[in-house]
């Protein structure tokens, strides 16, 4: 994978979008390009939004055959459409994909954010969650220096199991699951070759110990017409109808 611009190992990276550019960033996004990849080449559709990471939509949509692709971010120069992600100014039923890469860490609001995203989405589209795995080494790093506040390991990492909950509340249904990236939280390349033992075992014997995982879920739609049982019925009319008592004097048709 090459990108347009090389970022130089440091300290701190300004945001999650830069810190993809330096080189553990890029074999982690390598990764997560070959596992995202089949899924986009078998969505279709008109619209797609992406939340979180613009610079790298580009390259992680290459291969989606959805026709209109659109970036959205609260401050970011360079997404296309800017806007707080828990009021989109999209109308409802509207968008086929929904991307959230790295977002759901790093809002205040997740709830809404999510609620926002089932709005926005057609019956049957779908929402990919992109987001670091707190059981994981990665995780392991972010419970030990998350209030450091550097990127990549600030915000709140949430388990898929929470994830899971938040989304069935909402009515979305979960569709695929994976893991992606084995390679320990560490910036420097010449101590990464010494650990490659570790990145092999842990792929090969503990995969749910991915760096991020990778969450599909399709929106799912309840009929508005509810099924009624066979064997339940109704009685529209008592079986008899009680003539008045008064005027005994009065005929009636026989």
Known sequence: MRFLRQTTESKGFANINEWYFSRTGQFLFKELEEKISPLLATTFGYYALQIGCPGLAAQLQRNCRIKHQFTLDETGPQAQIAANPSMLPIASDSVDLVILMHHLSNTSEPHAMLREAFRILIPEGKLI???????????????????LEHVPFKGH????????????????????????????????????????WLEKGT????????A??????????????????????RKILPGKIVRPTVGRDMKYDR
């Open 129 to 147: 969650i992109i987001d670091f795995n707190p059981v994981s080494l990665w995780g392991l790093r972010h419970f030990c220096q998350s209030w």
């Open 157 to 196: 990492f949430y388990t898929v199991k929470r994830i899971d909950d938040w989304m069935r509340l909402l009515g979305f249904d979960q569709y695929r699951q994976f893991r992606v990236g084995y390679l320990p939280p560490i910036q420097k390349p010449s101590v990464t070759r010494h650990l490659s």
């Open 203 to 210: 792929r090969n014997w503990m995969p749910v110990l991915g």
């Open 212 to 233: 991020l995982n990778l969450l599909v879920y399709s929106k799912s739609i309840s009929p508005l017409t509810p099924v009624r049982h066979r064997w339940v019925t």
